[in-house]
């Protein structure tokens, strides 16, 4: 965007980065995201999401977008592409190396910016869509999210979301990995959640109008076998390379938990002689109320 006046000021509602306990999660999350590689899974399993995020969005030129959760571009550079002024912000600005890559081959300018979910660094209504394609799902505590993505939206302005479903494929993934993880801590809530319609209703109440929700899904692959799948994601995507490493010195559960991902990649596989998949997502569209 043109000036960071125009949108910095108050942080969130929640007016501080969190308690010691917050603060400590919030680095373990920004760690496992910088896990691995998940540049390779934005530009090489999941690309379309963001361009329908921004066309679901209706996002304009010269609009005002701000890309929560961001990673490395995926929405932020196809809304700068469609000519809007676009802030990046994510927890892990490890990850803005490759965005800078992506809107520089793609001809575009973003501003990058570090920031959390759950308090925005940005003034109320300073932006005119706010978004996040599998991105604010990942904060853990919903109802402080939703708060901030609705405030920092002007009034009129449009809320745009695109979150896995607890029934699709990335769903069944983390019910699959969590049996293998430590627990969540308390007040901690499942990203896929966000995948539910009537958790997006109670997060985002009456605040918002015109709230069209539609799942959809993404295919993808193909991928040379449900086992080719799992060791590719074991060496690109966070939350997976975390799950390993947690019981590296457990060999048994490091060959249950390789099973039970093969097993899984082989029940949503409808590909004939390669691993193709859909994963289903929910697509979320609304007005902030004027
Ligand atoms: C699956 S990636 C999605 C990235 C990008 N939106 C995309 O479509 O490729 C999830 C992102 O959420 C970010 N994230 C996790 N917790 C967050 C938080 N509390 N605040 C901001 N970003 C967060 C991670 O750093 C990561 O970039």
Redesign the pocket.
């Known amino acids: 965007m043109g000036s960071t006046t125009e949108t910095t000021g108050t942080t969130g509602t929640t007016g501080t980065t969190g308690t010691a306990a917050d603060q400590a999660l ?1 680095a373990r ?2 760690a496992l ?1 910088a896990l691995g590689d ?1 540049a390779s899974v ?1 530009a090489d399993v ?1 690309p379309e ?2 361009p329908v995020l921004v066309e679901a969005s209706g996002i304009r030129p010269g609009d005002r977008v701000l890309d ?5 571009g ?2 932020a550079v196809p809304a700068a592409a469609a000519g809007a002024r676009v802030i990046a912000s ?3 600005p490890e ?1 803005f190396v490759a965005g800078r890559e992506f809107a520089a081959r793609s001809g575009v300018e973003v501003q990058w910016e570090e ?4 308090a925005l660094p940005y003034r109320d209504g300073a932006f005119d869509a706010v978004l ?4 604010v799902m ?2 853990p505590h919903h109802q402080r999210a939703a708060d901030e993505l609705v405030r920092v939206c002007r009034p009129g302005g449009t809320i745009g979301l695109l979150s896995w479903t607890p029934q699709g494929f990335v769903g069944e993934m983390f019910k699959a990995m969590k049996p293998y993880a430590p627990p969540p801590p308390p007040g901690a809530q499942p990203p896929p959640l966000w995948g539910d319609e009537d958790h997006v209703r109670s997060l985002l109440g009456d605040r918002v109008t015109g709230l069209d929700m539609e799942r959809r899904t993404l295919t993808t692959g193909p991928f040379p076998s449900p086992e080719a799948w799992r060791d590719y994601w074991k060496t690109v995507y966070g939350p997976t390379i975390a799950a390993y490493r947690g019981i590296a010195d457990d060999p048994e559960k490091v060959a249950a938990l390789d099973a039970d991902l093969a097993a899984l990649a082989t029940r949503f596989d409808r590909g004939d002689g390669a691993t193709v998949m859909d994963w289903e997502y929910l697509l979320v569209t609304a007005r902030t109320r004027d």
Not at 115 to 118: S, W
């Open positions: 919030k999350h920004r995201w998940y934005a999941i999401l963001g929560v959760a961001a990673g490395s995926n929405v994510d927890l892990t990850l920031g959390d979910a759950e996040s394609c599998v991105g990942f904060a």
